[in-house]
């Protein structure tokens, strides 16, 4: 079994930055992708950026300039730095982990961005 833990998230002012961190443990596989999405209340479950093991990367345009997703394949380790957060920043963030025919969530961090 693969357990993906997150940490890093909390409470920051509009403009601040915070920085996520997932490290997974178990069961240990080669992931093709690793990512973090989020939700806010009473939203779905929406994609943030995800990476690739060859390190190509793609974003939300709604975060692309502000954040950076990166990779550490040897320690299946995934994180984001988040800059100029914004209130509608605020939502719970889930690492996500993936192969072929089988996917990973963490439990999720809360972001909080307070204006």
């Known amino acids: 079994q693969v357990q993906l833990v997150e940490s890093g998230g909390g409470l920051v002012q509009a403009g601040g930055s915070l920085r996520l961190s997932c490290a997974a443990s178990?069961?240990?596989?080669?992931?093709?992708?690793m990512g973090w999405y989020r939700q806010a209340p009473g939203k779905q479950r929406e994609l943030v950026a995800i990476i690739t093991s060859g390190g190509d990367t793609n974003y939300a345009d709604s975060v692309k300039g502000r954040f950076t997703i990166s990779r550490d394949s040897a320690k299946n380790a995934v994180a984001l730095e988040m800059s100029s957060l914004k209130p509608e920043d605020t939502a719970v963030y889930y690492c996500n982990a993936q192969r072929p025919g089988l996917g990973y969530w963490g439990q999720g961090t809360q972001v909080t961005v307070s204006s």
């Open positions: 178990g069961r240990i596989f080669s992931f093709n992708v």
